[in-house]
T-cell receptor, first 113, second 114 residues
Framework: DADVTQTPRNRITKTGKRIMLECSQTKGHDRMYWYRQDPGLGLRLIYY???????NKGEISDGYSVSRQAQAKFSLSLESAIPNQTALYFC????????????FGDGTRLSIL | DQQVKQNSPSLSVQEGRISILNCDYT??????FLWYKKYPAEGPTFLIS?????DKNEDGRFTVFLNKSAKHLSLHIVPSQPGDSAVYFCAASVSPSGTYKYIFGTGTRLKVLA
């Protein structure tokens, strides 16, 4: 089983709809992250959380919100989806203690029509 | 403002030869650098890292070199294998107040030709 699981893997929806992307992990890591990948732009950080009570905005948080329901679960919501939020979304985790490599899920491909 | 740049979108190399992937950065406060490999339909996987106090780190066929004065790092893969064909991202960590955020480059697609 995957250590970092993202659901759904693919989603097509319409402008204005509310969307939730979910991430769960079995690695026991405290830190969790949401990124989006767009062609030619690499991975950009949306939100991150260093423990259940800690939520921080990344470089592109506008239009998104998150919830850290438990150490193992971190969900990303688009309250009113717009077409330029069409992208590949990745959840990642990392261990505590200094700079640590991140472990990524396999991504959610989101298309907003 | 792209703080981490991978100026080569793609690279093709013959099997058995050396692959060299390059990454430039602008922020002198970066203190930890990582390389990730990404296959289609999968998430990035961690490959190798280097702390800013070192100039080289080796792991099997993979070596990362860091030139702080030039703000440049490179990943060498020797010998290259067809299974190395993937997109490679470099990332840099800056840790103001212990936040440990990562800034990613745009990626280089490596194709190893059999």
């Amino acid at each position: 089983d995957a250590d970092v699981t993202q659901t759904p893997r693919n989603r097509i929806t319409k402008t204005g709809k509310r969307i939730m992307l979910e991430c769960s992990q079995t690695k026991g890591h405290d830190r969790m992250y949401w990124y989006r990948q767009d062609p030619g732009l690499g991975l950009r950080l949306i939100y991150y959380s260093f423990d259940v009570k800690d939520i921080n905005k990344g470089e592109i948080s506008d239009g998104y919100s998150v919830s850290r329901q438990a150490q193992a679960k971190f969900s990303l919501s688009l309250e009113s989806a717009i077409p330029n939020q069409t992208a590949l979304y990745f959840c990642a985790t990392s261990d505590r203690g200094g700079s640590q490599p991140q472990h990524f899920g396999d991504g959610t491909r989101l298309s907003i029509l | 403002d792209q703080q981490v740049k991978q100026n080569s979108p793609s690279l093709s190399v013959q099997e058995g030869r050396i692959s060299i992937l390059n990454c430039d950065y602008t922020n002198s406060m970066f203190d930890y650098f990582l390389w990730y490999k990404k296959y289609p339909a999968e998430g990035p996987t961690f490959l190798i890292s280097i702390s800013s106090i070192k100039d080289k780190n080796e792991d099997g066929r993979f070596t990362v070199f860091l030139n702080k004065s030039a703000k440049h790092l490179s990943l060498h893969i020797v010998p290259s294998q067809p299974g190395d064909s993937a997109v490679y991202f470099c990332a840099a960590s800056v840790s103001p107040s212990g936040t440990y955020k990562y800034i990613f480059g745009t990626g280089t697609r490596l194709k190893v030709l059999a």
